[in-house]
């Protein structure tokens, strides 16, 4: 079974240009999560998708940056006009499902896999 | 939003010795408490996690516990061996998105 793929794992763009980062959940996960790491710093949620829905995209910059997940294919974030600051490693984790609230709290229905994340570089 | 605390920022322990990564959360909803670990340049990996019906959760050498009521919980690992250095990060969540604390060095000095 294989585990959270992500491609590319390393993107280099220059300021302007459009950067598309590619996450494929593993087989049977159907929730996906975009995290962001700056260096020496820890993840920040970005946003959360299930198949062809946005369920929360709270910690998404309102400019440049979108996220999809369509019915078939992996889930793409993509970023417009990069910047340097856009420069970062991007995360994606995949779950089977989403524990909200009233869960019972049992299984692991919460856990997280991640993949092993695009290091985007913006000259 | 919920906030998460994590201290220290870097932790040095010899071989052998035990090393102890707390946190502490902010939003009383929150219900899952996983711990990842990262190498350099690699992806973090889940160790052990809790949720907030248990309050305490082993694993050979790695343990979690759990305070509800004062909102925070803790890593302990025993018996450290240099195998076990890398960047230590808590998380909480309510179900959906993790929220991440800044991380913690653990470097353990053979």
């Known amino acids: 079974n294989a585990g959270v793929m992500q491609n590319p794992r390393h993107l280099v763009r220059r300021r302007g240009q459009e950067a598309r980062l590619r996450c494929s959940p593993m087989k049977g996960h159907s929730h996906v999560y975009w995290y962001r790491q700056l260096p020496e710093e820890g993840l920040k949620f970005m946003v959360y998708?299930?198949?062809?829905?946005?369920?929360?995209e709270s910690g998404m910059p309102k400019e440049r940056f979108s996220a999809e997940f369509p019915k078939e294919g992996p889930s793409i974030l993509r970023i417009q006009q990069v910047v340097r600051g856009d420069s970062a490693a991007y995360f994606c984790?995949?779950?089977?499902?989403?524990?909200?609230?009233?869960?019972?709290?049992?299984?692991?229905?919460?856990?997280?896999?991640f993949g092993p994340g695009t290091r985007l570089t913006v000259l | 939003g919920e906030n998460v605390e994590q201290h220290p920022s870097t932790l040095s322990v010899q071989e052998g010795d035990s090393a102890v990564i707390k946190c502490t959360y902010s939003d009383s909803a929150s219900n899952y408490f996983p711990w990842y670990k990262q190498e350099l340049g690699k992806r973090p990996q889940l160790i052990i996690d809790?949720?907030?019906?248990?309050g305490e959760k082993k694993d050979q050498r790695i343990a979690v516990t759990l305070n509800k009521t004062a909102k925070h919980f803790s890593l302990h690992i025993t018996e450290t061996q240099p195998e076990d250095s890398a960047v230590y990060f808590c998380?909480?969540?309510?179900?959906?998105?993790?929220?991440f604390g800044s991380g913690t060095r653990l470097q353990v000095q053979p």
């Open positions: 998708l299930q198949k062809e829905n946005i369920i929360d």
């Open positions: 998380a909480a969540s309510r179900g959906r998105a993790l929220t």
């Open positions: 984790a995949s779950s089977p499902q989403s524990g909200g609230p009233g869960t019972s709290g049992t299984g692991s229905y919460n856990e997280q896999f």
């Open positions: 809790i949720r907030s019906n248990v």
